[in-house]
């Protein structure tokens, strides 16, 4: 049938629920007296109802408190007033959908993808539903976000010949923030902690953390899903095991006789709302209209948004990097979240993320930047007394790298040789950092009679905990005159990252070591939290962190 004649029908439809005549109480009747009058109506049979007899809750999951059941019309209002009311703003947006049909060709594709059951029956799940349509800005406020990533992550996804409900699980664990961060020390769009992503094969280390990589994490994540789907052979499952760990859903199932599926389980709150979390999350992104929801993903809009990966080939300059691209070093940065330094990690991988677009054009202009031009390379003298790590140190570098650059099979070095350094092309000032200070270029402090690591600490404006961190200090060493101690810098060559996260206090913990832990100063903590930071803390007590991620890294 022509569109236009569609249009037509659909504008005489809601002029005449306009008028004041279907008002009244006649409108208790519209879903059913209009399909006989124009034509069949797609969406009444479609909302969400609850029967009388529903259940309460599910006795399986007794940690949950349930919310009260939605109400979707209230006792004053008159029988169909809000369904009618629904679908008006359905077939409003439904209208829109049809003259223009390829504004959500990606969604389709990704609904014709879902293989799980979204048990729409289920309470829990549809008070996410109920959730995600009393705050529409929330998934207005993804759209940036769904549009330069979902398209990748689903890519890889159903390349797999994995369900495409996989392709939500970021949203659920980061919002699509690749710089989220967590109070557990979890990273990145998937949330790995520091263990799991070395197990699956992330680089953590000063170059670089790779739980922040779009292509690197994806992968992992998928590997990671693949083997917990390989023991659980129960796609829910497998995504609770994800997120509370497959020790404790393993656990959780055997205490069940029988099959046991993820709602017959005890689980916590967290886990309790994760899945039927992401369950709405599907249902609403299959029909967004059905839930009288806005969310338009097409190929053209996520085209514009969508990064690609390039070949650096070797080691680069971020910034020879951005120039080439002709794209700001704030920018590069900011697609690039897994860099921690001023140049891609020496020993690979050899690639940046670019934008989509673009990707042919940079591949061809990286290309042309000549290899003495990608890194500057310097000759440094060795000094009596120096340490790989002194040397590092100052030229910004790791020691890992100043031997692979040199072919060293120790750390051993003998005063009077030299080492091969690699530098940036640019001055380190012309990247973008934080407020300058004393300590911006780090330094090497030889200890004095009558210092301690609290006065070294003051003088250069660091805390004690990174002074320790830095030097490998034990907790009862004594630091004695004459002993060199590595000052860090308090800059970094990106602009710091930083994320707010709610720390629940721990048995065990103390002010100093959840400060060690972020990688922060007891005093900033305390000063955040308004707490005397000579008094105690205790378990359960919760604690405002501000963390700057590209230096939380190490977990």
């Avoid at 659980?232 to 029988?258: C, H, K, M, P």
């Avoid at 003088?459 to 905990?465: A, G, M, Q």
């Avoid at 930083?498 to 103390?510: A, N, P, Q, T, W």
Wanted: proline fraction near 6%.
């Amino acid at each position: 049938m022509p569109k236009i004649f569609e249009f037509r029908k659909v504008l005489a439809f809601r002029s005449i629920l306009d008028s004041r005549f279907l008002k009244g109480k006649i409108s208790q009747v519209v879903c059913l007296s209009i399909p006989l009058l124009f034509f069949p109506i797609q969406g009444c049979s479609t909302l969400p109802f609850y029967s009388a007899d529903q259940p309460k809750s599910y006795v399986n999951l007794q940690t949950v408190k349930w919310a009260p059941e939605p109400d979707f019309y209230g006792d004053d209002a008159l029988p169909g007033k809000k369904l009618t009311d629904h679908l008006l703003n359905h077939r409003k947006v439904s209208l829109e959908e049809e003259l223009h049909p390829d504004r959500n060709d990606f969604l389709e594709e990704l609904s014709r993808s879902f293989e799980l059951d979204h048990y729409l029956d289920n309470r829990r799940v549809q008070q996410e539903i109920s959730r995600l349509q009393q705050n529409p800005s929330y998934l207005e406020s993804l759209q940036p976000r769904l549009e330069r990533y979902l398209p990748f992550i689903c890519e890889k996804v159903l390349s797999r010949n994995l369900p495409g409900e996989l392709c939500l699980i970021p949203i659920i664990e980061s919002s699509l923030d690749p710089f989220a961060f967590s109070s557990g020390g979890a990273a990145g769009l998937w949330q790995f902690i520091p263990s799991t992503a070395k197990r699956y094969g992330l680089k953590i280390d000063w170059w670089v953390d790779e739980r922040r990589d779009l292509f690197a994490s994806t992968d992992a994540a998928l590997d990671y899903l693949v083997y917990l789907n390989s023991r659980f052979d129960d796609w829910l499952l497998t995504i609770a095991s994800y997120n509370w760990g497959e020790g404790r859903v393993a656990r959780a199932t055997n205490q069940i006789s029988g099959a046991a599926g993820f709602f017959d389980l005890r689980v916590p709150a967290e886990t309790a709302g994760y899945i039927p979390r992401l369950l709405a999350i599907a249902a609403v992104f299959s029909a967004p209209a059905t839930y009288n929801l806005h969310l338009a993903i097409n190929r053209a809009e996520t085209g514009k948004r969508a990064l690609a990966a390039v070949d650096t080939i070797a080691q680069l300059d971020v910034r020879k990097a951005a120039s080439a691209a002709g794209i700001s070093i704030e920018t590069l940065y900011q697609i690039n979240p897994a860099l921690n330094q001023w140049s891609t990690h020496p020993r690979g991988p050899h690639r940046l993320m670019v934008p989509a677009p673009d990707r042919e054009a940079i591949q061809r202009a990286l290309a042309d930047i000549p290899s003495n031009e990608r890194v500057s390379w310097i000759r440094h003298k060795i000094l009596k007394n120096e340490t790989l790590s002194d040397i590092a140190l100052h030229y910004r570098t790791d020691v890992a790298t100043l031997r692979e650059a040199n072919r060293m099979k120790g750390t051993r070095i003998i005063e009077g040789n030299y080492l091969l350094i690699p530098r940036s092309t640019t001055s380190m000032e012309d990247y973008p950092t934080p407020d300058q200070n004393r300590n911006s270029k780090g330094a090497i402090h030889v200890v004095r009679s009558g210092e301690s690591l609290w006065t070294i600490a003051k003088r250069y404006r660091v805390t004690t905990e990174t002074l320790i961190r830095a030097n490998s200090i034990g907790p009862k060493e004594i630091i004695r005159p004459g002993r060199k101690v590595i000052i860090p810098p308090q800059q970094t060559v990106r602009q710091p990252v930083v994320r707010e996260i709610r720390y629940k206090v721990k048995s065990g913990d103390s002010l100093a070591t959840i400060a060690r832990k972020f990688n922060l100063s007891v005093d900033a903590i305390a000063s955040w939290n308004t707490l005397d930071p000579r008094k105690y803390i205790y378990p359960g007590q919760e604690l405002m962190i501000y963390v700057n991620v590209t230096s939380s890294s190490s977990g």
